[in-house]
């Protein structure tokens, strides 16, 4: 694997980690706010269960935001959701995708070096082809 392809790797995976740090943060502090401002909401545990439902577009009914601002505040909470499941969902599929990617690219290289040895042993004949014309004759 080449030293461009690893640092590829790394940077899909180190992505996925990232994703999944910020979906733990928005539901961290998305619980919170809940939990801050929905007088419905007694427990930080349920405030975390309403953000997860609610950044999941799941939305269960067992807890629902009961005030203007918690309602505004849910808007906030999926937009964020699904902008996180996006990100975490790419990275997968990323992570998924490149070991296909690298057999592909492997084939294109060997496909390209194929090509030149044929070109290179085609210029070679034309050379020799040359040389025997332009050499002077012989008496």
Do not use: C, N
């Amino acid at each position: 694997m080449t030293q461009h392809r690893k640092r590829q790797l790394f940077l899909i995976r180190r992505g996925l980690v990232y994703s999944l740090v910020l979906a733990m943060l928005i539901l961290l502090l998305g619980g919170v706010g809940f939990w801050w401002l929905d007088p419905k909401v007694k427990t930080l545990s349920d405030g975390l269960w309403l953000a997860f439902t609610t950044a999941a577009t799941v939305g269960y009914g067992d807890l629902v935001p009961s005030t203007h601002a918690s309602r505004g505040f849910s808007v906030v909470v999926v937009l964020l959701g699904l902008a996180v499941l996006s990100l975490v969902t790419a990275s997968l599929a990323a992570i998924f995708v490149e070991r296909e990617v690298d057999e592909e690219e492997r084939q294109i290289e060997r496909d390209l070096m194929r090509e030149i040895r044929l070109v290179r042993d085609e210029v070679a004949e034309l050379r020799q082809a040359l040389a025997a014309k332009s050499a002077p004759p012989e008496r």
